[in-house]
């Protein structure tokens, strides 16, 4: 996130790379079972028994793969990747290498002390992180709204079986339709709460003390923001904002002096 040296994130390949592949398959797998449910309603098992049961089997196998990947992601691979991004945050805070893969350059201000290295790296981050949620949110919003039409749809057409209203219902209520947009209306609101709290907390500099504990509570606000939202930061929406976003903090350092 600068203009000064070129930006190094060891991080963000190795290990929020599989996490957003695996979380696309997620996405990809749950679509599959949302196909195959309503194929399984269309294909009659009297007319044709050998093709509805070929279908009900590819939704067991379906379901059964989305849960064993949907644990890896929650268990193993989401927590790996936030557990290496604190460190490296606090590497940086402290100026101590705690890990061989250290990012470079993609925390940007001139702080000394490490407490308020802390608050000028989750201000930069919060920064970061609201305007790419707000993006995000953007598409969930229209996928969202295309489901619940379908659904209304589905659930006032008198030529609608309820079980078709049922696998649609099924779809929107699902993870990744309606939970996923409000998740991610959430974490834009709050990474734009701690955004203005740390950002009024630089401008009226308060004494040391006060300042350090503020700051922390900010750091722990936003990492548990993050760890109860559960939705990975796009890298795609990221790549296209940093230009952009890597001005507005350069600016915003120098209004703030930091």
């Known amino acids: 996130m600068t203009n000064q040296q070129t930006k190094v994130d060891p991080i963000r390949e190795k290990y929020f790379g599989p996490l957003e592949t695996a979380e696309k398959w997620s996405d990809r797998l749950f679509y599959l079972t949302a196909i195959l449910s309503v194929a399984a309603l269309l294909v009659e098992e009297g007319a044709h028994p050998a093709l509805n049961a070929g279908i009900q089997v590819a939704f067991v196998v379906a379901v059964i793969a989305s849960f064993v990947l949907g644990q890896a992601i929650r268990l193993h691979l989401a927590p790996r990747a936030h557990d290496r ?19 470079i350059a993609y925390y940007n201000n001139d702080q000394a002390d490490p407490l308020k290295r802390i608050g000028a790296q989750v201000l930069e981050n919060s920064l970061f992180s609201k305007e790419i949620a707000r993006e995000m949110v953007k598409i969930s919003r229209m996928q969202t709204a295309i489901y619940a039409i379908v659904w209304i749809v589905a659930l006032l057409n008198r030529n609608s079986s309820l079980a078709f209203a049922a696998a649609a219902a099924q779809a929107l209520f699902s993870e990744q339709i309606l939970s996923r947009w409000i998740r991610l209306e959430w974490l834009q609101t709050r990474f734009e709460n701690t955004y203005n709290g740390l950002y009024r907390l630089f401008q009226t500099k308060p004494k040391a003390d006060k300042f350090s504990a503020m700051a922390l509570e900010s750091f722990t606000t936003y990492e548990t923001a993050k760890a109860t939202g559960g939705v990975t930061l796009s890298a795609t929406v990221f790549e296209r904002l940093n230009p952009r976003l890597s001005q507005e903090w350069e600016q915003i350092k120098r209004t703030l002096e930091i």
């Open 85 to 103: 991004r604190i460190q490296d945050f606090l590497a940086s805070a402290y100026q101590v290498p705690l890990n061989h893969e250290q990012t």
